[in-house]
């Protein structure tokens, strides 16, 4: 091979590398430091709009717990809103479990039915012992494991 065919080779290596390697910053950068919340009035609830709560029908869950983990104990009312799970700041129920992401999960409303659904971790989220790949409908007492952590929909 010649020399300038060498150089080319030895070139492209060097970027492929240099990419790999901004690329796994990048990973633990949105790991440890998760996206950034929006600012500014569009996240503020407006004053003049009182907060409607949902009606709930007879027997449908009122709250997510905690139930097994370092933060056993922890809940978060299901008022028809999005649930955020992680390690963020941002999130409505904070795990400090190492197998958590710091935007790991969340649990949507749809209707009248409740959903799980993983928001791309690295360790995955299980409803009973099948990983999520899809939102995930949930039920009364289901247990949504994330990492060591066991959460469930309660009354």
Known sequence: MSELTLFLIRIGYLAILWIFVLAAVSVVRADMFG?????GAAT???????KQQPARRRGSPTHVLVVQGTNAGARAELDGRPILIGRGTDAAIRLDDDYASTRHARIVPSGEQWFVEDLGSTNGTY???ARVSQP???TLGTQVRIGKTILELRK
């Open 35 to 39: 996206a950034r919340a929006p600012s």
């Open 136 to 138: 995930t409908t949930l």
């Open 127 to 129: 409803v009973g012992s």
């Open 44 to 50: 503020k609830p407006s004053k003049k709009q009182p």
